[in-house]
């Protein structure tokens, strides 16, 4: 059957998807693109602006464990909603993170614990409302996506969407600065955070669960649910919401563990870049403002190769004959080789910062297709009840790798800027992201060597 016979409405499903991804990195960039020149104002450390992004990701961290369950038990549509008004809600309140602070330090002083300071203690309050709502984004994504691709376009999907991650990345370089410039930085955080709400009008008029569509074809949801054996499950009306899985039940599959662990060491590498390169280019180079733009700009545009071309890739394996889960390991033996180029971006980098702008780039491209693989390694395996709070459990474990990271970052930053060489600092931490892919494949091949579905949810 054609695909103008079957239909592309999950497409149009797709496109919300990446919309909202573009929103959630934008509004969780700003901040990284105005740490430098708030540092300044503020007299922050490497260990504060480490402290205020360990926080997000953190309560980011658990919060994903509790959001693949409330997705799982509301259904999509709701969740969605929910998650984006507050993450919305968030991003705005960074430009009253003084006012916050304030109200905080006082809080603490006269419950007589010592106070942090008010820029720190604002920023942190922000920094956590921001996270609980954006830890709803990609398990709600991805339930989507279970819901309204069939298997083998899944990782295809996925990529596309989560393509969103890198035009929010290269858009905010490119508005960020220069609404701070025109505006105050306030302004930027204001802006930038309004545009969730423009979103949940689209999402609130056109989506709903494919048996509910009224524009989805019954040729389209036939091949939806075409090779899966939860077809029944999705056939059902009431099956995905209500439906509660034990988080026990759960971590009783290796599947789950080889998820967590992909995600533990490979997510930390993701955040350190989107929170630690305007302040690299800054110490290293010396780049200012505006001048981070460009190189930003590229390094993300980069990025958007690896998110569409690696969810595209295990289609190649499974054409041989792969099943879609062996498909996708292979494929991600393949893209984990790409990140270890970034271990010549310091020996190389007295060549000028394109040198590791570009590098860093490829490493980052690896990690967007290394994501849309792991992501939808879930839905390979485990029914579509379940996806959410999967991707939940690892998303927990990535944020906590995540803030394991930027912690070790910002003291191994002041520890060698002390002693006036940052760069053996950034060289410690660039080695970790080459290898971690490869040692992230290594622990998820030897949990689950072959594809094993689960049947006994």
């Known amino acids: 059957m054609s695909q103008q016979a079957i239909g592309k409405y999950r ?12 929103v959630n990195y934008l509004d969780r960039q700003v901040l990284s693109l105005l740490a430098p020149d708030l540092s300044k104002e503020f007299g922050w450390t490497n260990t504060d602006y480490a402290n205020i992004t360990a926080v997000f990701q953190f309560v980011y961290a658990i919060s994903m464990l509790f959001a693949g369950r409330f997705i799982d038990k509301i259904g999509t549509k709701k969740a969605y909603l929910i998650a984006i008004a507050v993450w919305s809600v968030g991003a705005v309140m960074h430009a009253y993170s003084i006012m916050l602070g304030e109200g905080m330090v006082s809080a603490l002083t006269a419950l007589g614990i010592a106070a942090i300071p008010v820029s720190v203690a604002g920023f942190m309050i922000s920094r956590a409302v921001l996270a609980i709502g954006e830890a709803g984004n990609f ?29 929010g990345a290269i858009l905010a370089p490119l508005t960020v600065p220069l609404i701070a410039a ?74 789950t563990w080889a998820f967590v662990i992909g995600k533990f060491m490979t997510d930390g590498v993701w955040w350190f870049f989107l929170f630690w390169l305007p302040k690299y280019l ?30 595209y890739f ?20 393949v ?23 570009l590098l860093i780039g490829i490493g980052t491209s690896a990690h967007q297709a290394w994501s849309a693989n792991i992501f939808t390694t879930v839905s390979d395996m485990f029914p579509k009840k379940s996806v959410a709070s999967i991707v939940g459990i690892g998303g927990m474990a990535g944020g906590l790798g995540g803030v394991l990271v930027s912690k ?45 579905e689960i049947t006994d949810l």
């Open 182 to 255: 025109q505006w105050g930085w306030q302004s930027a955080f204001i802006i930038i955070g309004a545009i969730g709400f423009v979103w949940m009008i689209f999402w609130q008029m056109f989506y709903d669960k494919p048996e509910q569509q009224k524009y989805l074809s019954a040729a389209e949801l036939a091949y939806i649910n075409s090779g899966d054996t939860q077809t029944a499950e999705t056939a059902s009306t009431t099956s995905d919401a209500g439906k509660k899985v034990s988080w026990f039940k759960l971590l009783s599959y290796k599947q």
């Open 11 to 22: 497409w149009t499903i797709c496109a919300l998807l990446f919309f909202a991804t573009t």
């Open 408 to 452: 070790t970052g910002g003291w191994l930053f002041d520890y060698y800027g002390q002693l006036g060489h940052i760069q053996t600092g950034y060289t410690i931490m660039f080695t970790f992201c080459a290898v971690a892919y490869l040692l992230a494949w290594g622990m998820m091949k030897a949990l689950v060597p072959t594809h094993k």
């Open 314 to 333: 295990p289609s190649y394996f499974m054409r041989r004959g792969d099943s879609a889960y062996n498909g996708r390991m292979k494929a991600m033996l």
């Open 335 to 357: 893209i984990a080789l790409f990140p270890l180029v970034v271990l010549l971006a310091q020996p190389f980098g007295y060549l000028g910062f394109w040198v590791p702008v």
């Open 282 to 311: 800054e110490a290293q180079y010396k780049m200012q403002k505006t001048e981070i733009v460009l190189p930003l700009a590229v390094l993300y545009s980069m990025t958007m190769i690896g998110s569409i071309g690696g969810g």
């Open 139 to 167: 398990p709600a994504a991805i339930k989507a996506t279970a819901e309204y691709f069939p298997k083998h376009e899944r990782s295809f999907a996925t990529g596309i969407f989560n393509s969103g991650a890198n035009i």
